[in-house]
């Protein structure tokens, strides 16, 4: 495998500490994250040669989030500096029945700025072979909608694999555009689809029968098979379809699995109960990255699904938007190991 390439926006992100409510005490966390620099960091930790594009304004806060990418082995000799500012988000972490909270501040952001042209896509697919884009980078404004577009084009002229998790996210979509007018036209450049229980769904408009049953705990993956089936029916030049599936029973307790369909057959996984999570935000990311590596590197649909979602409940043990676990570690999860006792 030459390179995977990443494209999105990355942000400043503010939480506060432990489960407070936001300004309970005068203390934010202060890191960054953002979906598709997450991916890339996953897959550097696990080896492969990974590059992350956006574009950022020439700040002391950029230099520092480029070296702490660079810290990870991730490749930003694409970032552009361009005018605009640094998004932020703040995150209040749940605990228990109260649901944690995201709060975009990221209007004006390079990334949104940017237009068609802004990146020189030739050079970042010279040597990639594996292209990922996610729906939030079309969600911020008609601008990086239309960069986006652009990217997936020109990933599939230069014969790079497309991956898109549709990762639907409501409070973004608000400059005219809903993601059913913007996303179908993604997908349309799109082989490997990610998506959760209700992406199907609020981005192309494809109903599965269980969306809501995240909420009771009661999943039927048949029904999710179904959805998957009708998206690659819908959009022939997709050839796998992974969701996600996440029983939430409080923001501590999160049953979690996921299911693979492909046009050779339909994979369930192994299914985990996790418990006293430390931090979800970060957990879709940690299986795409798992997924694109799993689909890469090891044995078969099913191996690449149990990678994938053994990598992402491992995530939902580490602070901050990083999943910052290595294949061995993963690997032993998928084995049975999962005690957590002390290892000398």
């Known amino acids: 495998m030459k390179q995977v390439v990443t494209f999105g926006e990355i942000m400043l992100r503010l939480k506060s500490p432990g489960f407070e409510r936001l300004l309970q005490t005068p203390l934010l966390e202060a890191t960054f994250g953002g979906g598709e620099a997450n991916v890339a960091v996953s897959l550097a930790n696990y080896g492969l040669n990974s590059a992350f594009v956006t574009l950022l304004p020439d700040s002391a806060l950029t230099d520092a989030c480029l070296r702490e990418l660079r810290g990870f082995?991730?490749?930003?000799?694409?970032?552009?500096?361009?005018?605009?500012?640094?998004?932020?988000?703040?995150?209040?972490?749940?605990?228990?029945?109260?649901?944690?909270?995201?709060?975009?501040?990221?209007?004006?952001?390079?990334?949104?700025?940017?237009?068609?042209?802004?990146i020189d896509w030739a050079k970042v697919f010279a040597d990639a072979d594996w292209f990922h884009i996610t729906g939030i980078t079309p969600a911020i404004s008609q601008s990086a909608a239309d960069l986006s577009i652009e990217a997936v084009k020109a990933a599939k002229a230069h014969g790079v694999t497309v991956s898109c998790d549709l990762n639907y996210r409501k409070n973004l979509w608000k400059y005219g555009k809903t993601a059913q007018d913007v996303m179908p036209e993604l997908v349309r450049y799109a082989d490997v689809i990610?998506?959760?229980?209700?992406?199907?769904?609020?981005?192309?408009?494809?109903?599965?029968?269980?969306?809501?049953?995240?909420?009771?705990?009661?999943?039927?993956?048949?029904?999710?098979?179904?959805?998957?089936?009708?998206?690659?029916?819908?959009?022939?030049?997709?050839?796998?379809?992974?969701?996600?599936?996440?029983?939430?029973?409080?923001?501590?307790?999160?049953?979690?699995?996921?299911?693979?369909?492909t046009k050779e057959g339909f994979y369930v996984s192994r299914r985990y109960d996790i418990t006293d999570i430390v931090d979800r935000v970060g957990g879709g990311d940690s299986f795409a990255g798992g997924l694109i590596y799993g689909l890469n590197k090891l044995d078969g649909p099913q191996q690449a699904l149990e990678f994938a979602v053994a990598a992402s409940c491992l995530k939902h043990t580490i602070s901050g938007d990083y999943n910052r676990m290595t294949v061995a570690e993963v690997k032993s999860l998928m084995g049975g190991a999962g005690s957590g006792r002390v290892e000398r």
């Open 73 to 118: 082995g991730v490749d930003t000799g694409y970032v552009q500096r361009a005018p605009g500012r640094m998004g932020i988000y703040f995150l209040e972490g749940g605990a228990v029945q109260r649901p944690s909270k995201v709060i975009y501040d990221r209007e004006g952001s390079s990334i949104a700025l940017a237009k068609p042209g802004a």
């Open 194 to 261: 990610v998506a959760n229980e209700e992406d199907c769904q609020k981005s192309l408009g494809l109903h599965a029968d269980s969306v809501h049953a995240v909420e009771t705990g009661e999943l039927d993956a048949a029904q999710y098979q179904r959805t998957a089936q009708l998206l690659m029916d819908t959009y022939p030049n997709v050839s796998k379809v992974a969701i996600t599936m996440r029983e939430s029973y409080s923001a501590n307790h999160n049953g979690w699995s996921a299911c693979l369909t």
